[in-house]
């Protein structure tokens, strides 16, 4: 197990962050990682996956341990339906066109989102109509205070709209090593209900979609819209959408008639984080290499050698400003360290 000194995380984050870690090391197998927590205090360490949510605004006084773990295999399966085991370093964009090549079936809405596979259930990520929780079988994780490993059910992942159990009373607590999902092999339950994938659709005269064809459509509105990490430092949408009740609804449809959004319950309604951003101005906006994307105003970007800091002081300024504008805070779906 090589511990490296003074280590740059600038390839460890898709900001593309310049910022050191005092120690570094890749955990490359369980048995690594069991050894790494007998010998550390969790105090001691900081633990990152694939880098996709985070924002890193100082270096890093700590061993940063990188769960680089890997492999996919086949838990279980019937004539209907498969459960993977996914080691938690694998990529998650990747893993989802594995499944698209098998015809298995549940996240080809998920399709390009950045990150790892092992991070994906602290963030409950989701896009286009779909969640990792609809497919989530369980996950395993290992105790940084004892390294026992433990399963843990959907149940148990108590999981909410970008939020789990990971993020709140257990954060910091457990690693996850390895995430188990049941898809389906036949008869799809394709979604889409989200009107930009059925536009792509029609227009390639696609009447009976199949999973690929939904996740074309997917990578096609995302590569329209999102800057590649690989090309332009960002951790994808930075803010998650707000979510209203109905007083608080009424009170903002009244004064902004013409805002878009998404009924999630009949007494909650979803108002796209984007959207009030661009009404802020804020869209297209550069401040040093600090900035917002020209096409997604929801997108914080570095332009090449901003901080961690100066991209969060921007996060902020838009923060107050639509707070300002429209009565509405705006919560970071990126994690700031």
């Known amino acids: 197990m090589l511990i490296e000194k003074n280590k740059s995380l600038r390839e460890y984050n898709t900001f593309g962050i310049d910022v050191l870690a005092k120690a570094f090391v890749s955990i490359t197998s369980d048995e690594a990682l069991t050894a790494l927590l007998k010998s550390y205090k969790p105090k001691d360490l900081f633990i990152i996956g694939g880098g996709s949510n985070l924002l890193l605004t100082s270096n890093i006084d700590k061993l940063v341990v990188h769960i680089n773990l890997k492999g996919i295999s086949v838990a279980s399966e019937t004539e209907d339906m498969v459960i993977l085991e996914i080691s938690a370093g694998e990529n998650w964009h990747e893993l989802v066109m594995y499944c698209i090549e098998r015809d298995y079936g549940g996240i080809e809405n998920l399709s390009l989102i950045p990150g ?62 390895s995430v188990n999902l049941r898809l389906t092999k036949k008869n799809h339950e394709l979604n889409t209900s989200y009107g930009a994938i059925a536009d ?39 803010f998650k959408n707000p979510i209203l009740n109905k007083a608080a609804f009424s009170s903002f449809r009244s004064k902004f008639p013409e805002a878009p959004f998404y009924e999630v319950s009949s007494s909650e309604f979803k108002i796209p984080a984007g959207w009030l951003i661009e009404e802020a101005g804020f869209k297209g906006k550069r401040y040093g290499d600090a900035g917002i994307h020209e096409k ?12 961690g800091l100066e991209i969060w002081e921007l996060a902020q300024r838009i923060q107050k400003r639509v707070k300002v504008l429209f009565s509405i805070d705006i919560e970071p779906e990126v994690n700031v360290i």
Do not use: W
Not at 213 to 219: K, L
Not at 296 to 307: C, D, E, M, P
């Open 116 to 177: 790892n596979t092992g991070t994906a259930p602290i963030q409950n990520i989701g896009a286009y109509g779909v969640e990792i929780k609809d497919v989530f079988e369980s996950c395993r994780a290992v105790e940084t205070l004892t390294g026992e490993s433990r399963i843990f059910t959907a149940e148990d992942c108590k999981f909410g709209y970008r939020n789990s159990v990971f993020k709140n009373e257990l954060k910091g607590k457990y690693i996850i090593t």
């Open 200 to 238: 792509i659709l029609s227009e390639k005269n696609i009447d009976k979609p199949e999973i690929k064809d939904i996740s074309d459509a997917v990578i096609a509105i995302r590569q329209s819209k999102l800057p590649d990490p690989a090309e332009l430092g960002n951790s994808g949408s930075f």
């Open 296 to 307: 997604q105003a929801l997108v914080l970007v570095n332009h090449g050698n901003a901080s």
